[in-house]
């Protein structure tokens, strides 16, 4: 027992260590008979925990020199050597500033938690021996039996063992795991879903073996293994028994055993943890005041050296450190968070952006800043529904306003005699030429019986499904397919008058506008493969027993097994530049003996050993030839709304845009064409798919030999040219107007925008709306998360999330570009009113023989930077230069922010000098004018500093609003109201005579009207582009 205890104790331990994963054995309902520890079935989105919070947020903080230098600074006032005021002035500033930042991430981390909380407790069946009991998400355990509804979520990895699905299969919708838009056929385990009910699950004894937790969504091995029969059953288990996480079950009712939980589901594995993001624009303020510091460091050592270092210098240089300490404010930061807090809050209060949500408020700069978007395709650019666009039958097209005609063709066919018509067709074919209407019916006919379409009837609770079944009710009927653009088809088809009603292995029921039934045998079917880009389907009509060989495939395959014609390709290429997906349809008529011939070399060919699939294929191309073209159709994804003039305004914003979806490379052109993501007259470079370097080498030479072309790659060909060719392929990359990753998995979508920071060293912003686009929202330097129909999981995880596409343009070109530039006036004016403030002192100490002595004490040094100026230099989060319709309708003005110019250190320099300049005159001014009374020299320099710096103010703000005007005049009255408390500083009775008025109005104006003067010269001869098209 005792050593058995201790085993258990170790496996703990290594448990709590986060082991290597292994594989593991799963008995079917049975959690408590596990052979090792599995987490719990959480989704975490948090960055602490109830115990790192603390640490994590102020070790964040303090990591910045900026936040470190005044903590120093603050614990050096406990030093009664070196102190130079009350404690007050140093340690409530700081506090304050911990104080905001605490509560803003806590905020944010409640959020987080609110919204963890609220998919962890989504409720779920699970099967017991008491019956069905409901489980909660995070309760899920390894083994239980978990029963999903149709359009409910995947809660964990599971296999599928029962559905109620009368084929005996199910349809995933796995769009938010790997972004493709296609539906997956998934089988559950024979053996279970033979079993006659659901509870008989939990009467067997029954295993899965699987292999360990892994990120590769594509691929399963594992095994199944029942031991209570006679003799033991064991099937081998693959990716087309399992159901993963975070798809959406889209037919029947499943039954599943969970296999993996939490932190080792295949989507959480494929998503990357968390980090803390902070702003380009902070890490360069964090540079200036580095700079800053440098400075002060060197006036304190020219004030000892100036004093020959006598005595104690060392604490003497100290002593100047702390005094001049306020060189660096620390009420940039306060200033700084609050003005993140107020752009956050703009952004969430703009109709014109409804929806919008700021879930990270300490990055609204970085908006204004992007040079590389990278956009998911399905769910974000288009909303992943197909609409069937045009039929063309080579003389005469059918678009969306002429279906009508169609209908009324099919209609005459089918009214003129109750004979189907093609025993008419058959006699009349040869001699003379088709009658349009039987081309059309032609047409329409193939549509309606080439695909893997299934109908299925539900009941709709006034009509049960048996008998909705029976008389194929059209309120009931819901198409099945694994490919929405075969949807399409068919509900188009239903549309103009044929309708398919019911489909099993081996019958196809179509019905006639009249309602008559045609019956078709199902002879044979070719299903669609990458490879072969086409499907193929041979019926037999039961009323005439007549054999068809119908097919349909992409041009480039179909171009060659049709008979000769001369409008095929132009007329693809064309309805290819609409960015519609082309299909083409083809027919050939069989008799008997061409149809029994074609079998038995079919049958032969299906039972060789060697070279099968080829034999197989050369089988079928024997049939493959001179096809009767009958028509193109044209179906398109339909986009978002406004996602053409989005783009185009960021492309002419300066802002290269990458789609990087895992859809099929055909899909990705084809929406990227409509898209107008790659204008009309760009070429499109498709990268061949390489496996090796040599091939890589070869198509990257291709590839440079082409100008201003648009890039499409799979994502095999671009791990290959990352893993031999990363600096040369980026390179190239970076140069193409827009560039298209499709087939991406979701870790190499993170990859990419990696790629592209350590390369260009540009700003990249990353859009997405699925579980798939996660990675690489968290990887940007400014994650966009668009709420999707599909699940919230990628707007959880942004930065920002949006209702639509279309809101990124305004969020871009208006609120991004105005945060930044506010804060860079804002974070330039902070440190300018604290620079002036330090020159004053400066001359103070050295007219005063380098004494360390403040100028200011007590309450007039934390009034400068609060209840006197703070409102008015706060009020320029409200400036604009120009109005938010300008902005969106001249996308360029965003191109000159990429330079960074607002914040630069030639602008930073142009502060530094305008704040000596102003400090020295308010100085030398307050001693030459107040000779006689140096005890004023306080009241006078703080007076005249206090209405520079309101005048400085108003110097600076571009478009007025009425809260700057009541700033301005709310600080002035707060200032002249506490001159009656500040009696220890100041002599009232002397601020009342008019000497000091018109001194302090002369020495107010030689520090402020030049730089008017400056101001409008400037204006004047060398206007910014934004005042041109504001005059």
């Not at 959480?42 to 005044?70: A, D, E, M, R, S």
């Not at 003497?316 to 930061?333: C, D, K, T």
């Not at 490879?531 to 060989?549: A, P, Y």
Request: proline share 3%.
């Amino acid at each position: 027992m005792d050593s058995k205890h201790r085993s258990g104790c170790c496996e703990c331990l290594r448990c709590c260590g986060r082991r290597d994963p292994r594989p593991r054995t799963v008995w079917l309902g049975h959690p408590e008979k596990r052979d090792q520890r599995y987490p719990r079935n959480v989704i975490n989105n948090q960055k602490y925990n109830f115990f790192t919070f603390l640490p994590g947020v102020l070790f964040n903080q303090f990591k910045y020199f900026f936040n470190l230098y005044f903590l120093l600074l603050a614990c050096s006032q406990f030093v009664v050597e070196m102190r130079l005021g009350a404690l007050y002035t140093y340690w409530v500033p700081l506090g304050f500033v911990l104080a905001v930042t605490v509560i803003r991430e806590a905020a944010e981390e409640i959020r987080c938690y609110m919204r963890d909380k609220e998919v962890n407790s989504q409720i779920y069946s699970k099967l017991t021996v008491r019956g069905t009991v409901k489980v909660k998400s995070s309760n899920i355990q390894v083994g239980d039996l978990i029963i999903v509804e149709k359009n409910q979520r995947v809660p964990a990895d599971m296999i599928f063992l029962r559905t109620s699905e009368k084929n005996g299969s199910c349809f995933l919708r796995t769009d938010q795991l790997d972004g493709e838009t296609d539906w997956k056929l998934r089988l559950p385990v024979t053996c279970t879903q033979r079993l006659p009910t659901a509870s008989d699950l939990l009467q067997i004894r029954s295993y899965v073996y699987a292999e360990e937790p892994n990120i590769d969504i594509h691929n399963f091995v594992g095994t199944f293994t029942r031991e209570d029969s006679d003799p033991p059953v064991n099937e081998s288990l693959s990716i087309e028994n399992t159901l993963w996480a975070s798809t959406v079950i889209a037919s029947g009712t499943v039954v599943g055993v969970v296999l993996y939980t939490g932190r080792e589901l295949r989507s959480v594995m494929n998503t990357s943890n968390p980090r803390s993001k902070i702003g380009l624009f902070d890490l360069e303020v964090n540079c200036l005041t580095k700079i800053l510091f440098g400075a002060l460091v060197v006036v304190s050592l020219v004030m000892v050296a100036l004093q020959h270092f006598a005595g104690r210098w060392y604490l003497q240089i100290i002593r100047f450190l702390l005094l001049f300490s306020n060189i660096i404010p620390i009420s940039l930061r306060v200033n700084l968070d609050m003005g993140k807090i107020v752009y956050s809050w703009v952004i969430r209060r703009d109709s014109k952006i409804p929806g919008t949500v700021v879930r990270s408020s300490t990055i609204p700069e970085q908006l204004g800043r992007i040079s590389y978007l990278l956009t998911d395709k399905t769910g974000t650019l288009t909303q992943n529904e197909m609409v069937f666009k045009r039929l063309h039958l080579g003389t005469v097209a059918y678009g969306l306003d002429s279906m009508d005609e169609v209908q009324s063709h099919i209609f005459s066919i089918y009214t003129q005699s109750q004979d189907p018509p093609a025993v008419k067709g058959l006699t009349l074919a040869t001699k003379v030429r088709k009658t349009m209407s039987s081309r059309v019916h032609e047409a329409v006919k193939a549509i309606a019986l080439c695909h893997n379409v299934t109908p299925v009837y539900e009941s709709n609770g006034v009509t049960d499904q048996a008998e909705a079944e029976r008389h194929y009710e059209d309120s009931c009927r819901v198409y099945q397919a694994s490919s929405p653009d075969e949807v399409a088809l068919v509900q188009w088809t239903e549309s103009v008058g044929l309708t398919l009603v019911g489909r099993d292995q081996s019958s196809v029921q179509l019905r006639t506008p009249g309602g008559h039934i045609l019956n078709f045998t199902i002879l044979q079917i070719f299903p669609f493969t990458y490879e072969s880009k086409r499907m193929g389907i041979i019926v037999r009509d039961e009323s005439t027993g007549e054999i068809t060989f119908y097919m349909k495939g992409a041009d480039v395959v179909m171009a060659g097994i049709v008979q000769y014609n001369d409008w095929l390709e132009e007329e693809c290429g064309n309805m290819a530049r609409e960015g519609l997906r082309v299909l083409v349809v083809a027919k050939k008529s069989l008799t008997e003996e061409q149809y029994q011939d074609f079998e038995a070399r079919y049958v032969q060919a299906k039972l060789s050993v060697h070279d099968r699939s080829l034999k197989v294929a050369t089988v079928i191309e024997s049939l493959e030839m001179e096809m009767e073209l009958l028509c193109l159709t044209g179906v398109e994804d339909q986009l978002q709304t406004d996602v053409r003039p989005t783009l185009e305004t960021l492309r002419n914003a300066g802002i290269k845009v990458w789609m990087l979806t895992g859809d099929k490379l055909e899909t990705a052109t084809c929406t990227a064409k409509n898209a107008h993501l790659v204008t009309r007259t760009q070429d499109i470079h498709i990268f061949r798919l390489v496996t090796n370097r040599g091939e890589a080498h070869l198509e990257l030479n291709a590839f440079r030999r082409k100008h201003d072309c648009a890039l499409v790659i799979s994502g095999d060909s671009l791990e290959v040219c990352l893993k031999y060719y990363e600096y040369e392929f980026m390179e190239l990359a970076c140069q193409c107007p827009a560039v298209v990753c499709c087939r991406c998995a979701p870790t190499q979508k993170a990859q990419i925008v990696r790629l592209l920071q350590e390369r260009t060293g540009k700003l990249t912003c990353a859009v997405g709306d699925g579980g798939n686009d996660v990675s690489m929202i968290q990887e940007a330097d400014c994650g966009v998360g668009v709420e999707g129909k599909e699940g919230k999981q990628a707007s959880l995880a942004a930065d920002f999330s949006i209702t639509q596409f279309k809101h990124l343009g305004r969020l871009l070109m208006v609120h991004g570009r105005n945060s930044y530039k506010r804060s860079a006036a804002l974070s330039q004016f902070v440190i300018h009113r604290s620079l002036c403030i330090s020159t004053m002192q400066a001359v103070f100490s050295s007219v005063f023989y380098f004494a360390s002595v403040p100028l200011y004490q007590g309450f007039l040094i934390i009034g400068y930077s609060t209840i006197y100026t703070m409102f008015p230099v706060f009020s320029l989060v409200l400036d604009k230069d120009v109005k938010s319709e300008v902005a969106m309708l001249y996308p360029e003005l965003y191109k000159d922010l990429l330079k960074g110019r607002p914040l630069s250190y030639k602008t930073f320099l142009i502060w530094v000098l305008i704040s000596i300049y102003q400090g020295s005159i308010i100085m030398y001014g307050a001693l030459l004018l107040f000779e006689s009374e140096f005890v004023h020299i306080v009241a006078i320099s703080f007076t005249s500093l206090i209405l520079t710096e309101l005048l400085m103010v108003a110097l600076t703000i571009q478009t007025w609003h009425w809260l700057m005007i009541v700033a301005e005049l709310l600080s002035l009255s707060c200032y002249i109201a506490s001159l009656v408390f500040l009696h220890e500083f100041i002599d009232v009775y002397f601020i009342a005579t008019l000497s000091f008025l018109w001194k302090v109005t002369v020495i107010t104006l030689v520090s402020c009207l030049p730089l008017y003067v400056l101001k409008y010269l400037r204006r004047r001869f060398s206007p910014p582009s934004y005042s041109k098209l504001t005059s």
